[in-house]
Structure formats: C-alpha cells, structure tokens
C-alpha cells in the first residue's frame, strides 16, 4: 500500500454564522480506498465533502492532497484558497457527484461529458470523443447520446454524471447521496455502476444511506454525529459491532 494518502483532511472545523457545523473531522484517503460517509440527517456529511474540494472554505483545519498541503489563508472568517493554480489543479483530481446530478440541461448528453476534457483540460477532440463513447457504454447509456437530459430518466442522468466526472480522469470522487434523488426502482442501476468503479479499484467517498451497498463496497466507514466522527471502522466493525450507541441505533434504523 502507498505510504503518502492520496487526500489527507486534518481536524476539519465549519462554522455557519456562530454555529460549529463541522467540529474537527480528520481522515485519510489511499488510493482505491472506498469511504463511506454515514449519519443522520444535519450531521454534517455533506458539508464535509464540499470542504473538500472548497465549495465550502472550512472555518479551521488543513488539507494534504498526494502529500502537498493546499496553501489556505485566514480570510474574513473562513480559511480561503491562496494558490489559485494549486487550488484549480486540486479540483481537476477530485471530482463531484451530487445528489441532484447537476447536468448542463441545454447540452446533449454527450456534449456534456466532453465539455471539461476539450475546454478545461484542453485534450484533443478526438481522443475526448473516443474517450466519451467508451464511458458511456460503461455506464450504459451508449445509444443516448445525442438526447438532452430531461430527455432521460433520474438514474441514467446520474449515470451520465459520473460519466462525466469519470471524462475528467479525476484521482479521487466524492459522491453526495448519488442515489437520494432516485425513485426506488432506479436506484440499483446507479450502484451497479458505482459497484464496478469501487472493483476498480478508484479511490472514493461516499456519502449513502444505502447500507448494504456501503456494507458490501467500502474499505472503511465513518459515522459522523453532530459534526464529529463519532464511530468508524471497517464494515465489518461498524455494522457488525458498532461501540457507540447512536451508531448502533442508527444503523438499526435504516436497515
Ligand atoms: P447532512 O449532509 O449530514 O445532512 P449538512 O452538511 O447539509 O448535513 O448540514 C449540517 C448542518 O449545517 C445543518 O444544520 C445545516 O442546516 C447547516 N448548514 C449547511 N449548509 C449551510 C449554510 N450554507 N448556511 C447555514 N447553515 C448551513
Ligand atoms: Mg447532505
């Protein structure tokens, strides 16, 4: 195993006027490590993850991408970026799948995945696009292509997202309840694929309330409670013979 985690957050605090949202969370990513995120609702799951890769500035805290720590200043409140090059870098390795797919809806599906590989990463077009087709028939969504995504259903949209964060070639993905939004029937064809990334071996964060997923897929899971983490472990430990007791009565609830 590598030596150096490809993402290190160390004691992550975020306030929000004069409430501490995030009270000091730490946690390292190797590669091919799956994290699953765990936790009720306002526990801070999400806003830990926009941390990350600062769509939100954290109040206090510090961040070690592949050994290099992201150089951040105080400002008014919160910590903000002082390297904008080393900043933008940091956001082309991480990527980001929300719950609400976030999908350009006047791009056609395709137009969508090779949006960042042509304009942001200046690749050349015909590796981008041959790179695209190959993403989509792994997410199985090949014959949609030319579709606008209001033209699809809630799972092939999220689908074509992480196609599209996967067209960036992102070293780490952070996913924020990808599954939340889908109707039930839907949801099973987002993990399939999120399935095969974890065999893979790509380095993720997961944010779920899908257990048996997050059971069977991840290398580790943290609880966070009130901002904290407040029990991780292995699967195995944490929803076999979980120590805390909100823990325990939060995984007896969801499952
Ligand atoms: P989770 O994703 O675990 O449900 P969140 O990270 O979304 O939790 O929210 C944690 C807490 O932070 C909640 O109490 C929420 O209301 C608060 N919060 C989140 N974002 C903001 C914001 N932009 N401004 C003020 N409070 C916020
Ligand atoms: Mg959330």
């Not at 951040?72 to 929300?98: A, S």
């Amino acid at each position: 195993m590598a030596t150096t985690p490809a993402l290190e957050l160390i004691n992550i605090h975020k306030t929000f006027g004069d409430v501490e949202v995030l009270k000091g969370i730490s946690l390292k990513a190797y590669d091919g490590d799956v994290i699953s995120i765990l936790g009720s609702s306002g526990s801070g799951k999400s806003t830990f993850l926009r941390c990350i890769n600062l769509l939100e500035n954290p109040t206090q805290g510090q961040m070690i991408f592949n050994g290099s720590e992201l150089d951040l200043v105080r400002g008014d409140v919160d910590l903000v970026p002082n390297n904008m090059k080393q900043l933008t870098q940091m956001r082309q390795k991480i990527g980001f799948v929300f719950q609400s797919f976030n999908l350009w809806p006047h791009m056609t599906i395709l137009q969508n995945i090779v949006e960042g590989p042509l304009h942001v990463l200046k690749r050349p077009k015909h590796e981008v696009m041959a790179y695209a087709e190959h993403l989509l028939e792994k997410v199985g969504i090949a014959e949609k292509k030319h579709m606008y995504p209001n033209q699809l259903s809630g799972g092939q949209q999220q689908r074509v997202a992480i196609a599209r964060t996967l067209a960036m070639d992102p070293q780490v993905i952070l996913f924020d309840e990808p599954t939340s939004a889908l109707d039930p029937e839907l949801v099973g064809e987002v993990l399939g694929v999120m399935r095969n990334l974890a065999d893979e071996g790509r380095t993720m964060l997961i944010v779920t309330h899908e257990m048996n997923f997050a059971r069977e897929v991840s290398s580790d899971v943290v609880f966070l409670h009130q901002g904290k983490v407040e029990e991780k472990g292995t699967p195995e430990e944490v929803f076999g013979s979980p120590k805390s007791e909100r823990c325990k009565a939060f995984i007896s609830s969801v499952f």
